[in-house]
């Protein structure tokens, strides 16, 4: 067990790097105007596939798979998704988990995050995020809030 822990504690490390990713596009008023309907439609049909109908992700998320991939993680209050900014939560999305991580330099870590961005337009990104921050605990999101308000 305490091996996940490094493995977990290694990846949100990685992902923490890539707050610094170039964006081909700001993820600027994440939640400003959002139409979290529309963003609960696209959950649907680009999400919900591995990441679970009610976000609650893949079972046993937390540890590594034969193939060196962390299943899918939930994005209800239970993973660790409003652990990250909306610039992380954006880049993540929008370019897929390797190429945010391999833009910032990170290696060890394989992501089974593929790109949206070639599928969804930034306001569609923007309203996916939206919906899935809609679903979290109030305490989530202040806290969220405060990581994506920080310089």
């Not at 600027?28 to 596939?49: F, N, T, V």
């Amino acid at each position: 067990m305490g091996q996940n822990h490094v493995i977990v504690g290694v990846a949100a490390v990685a992902l923490a790097a890539v707050a610094g990713v170039w964006f081909r596009a700001a993820p600027e008023a994440m939640d400003g105007g959002a139409d979290i309907a529309q963003g609960a439609r696209l959950y649907g049909e680009a999400c919900a596939a591995c990441h679970g109908p009610d976000l609650e992700g893949r079972p046993d998320w937390q540890i590594v798979g034969p193939d060196g991939i962390f299943p899918a993680p939930p994005h209800d209050g239970n993973g660790h998704t409003w652990h990250h900014s909306d610039a992380v939560l954006f880049a993540y999305v929008k370019l897929g988990g390797a190429q945010a991580l391999a833009e910032q330099g990170v290696t060890g870590f394989a992501s089974g995050m593929p790109e949206f961005g070639s599928r969804l337009s930034d306001r569609e990104v923007r309203d996916v995020l939206a919906f899935i921050k809609s679903k979290w605990p109030d305490r989530a999101r202040a806290a969220q809030a405060a990581r994506a308000a920080a310089p």
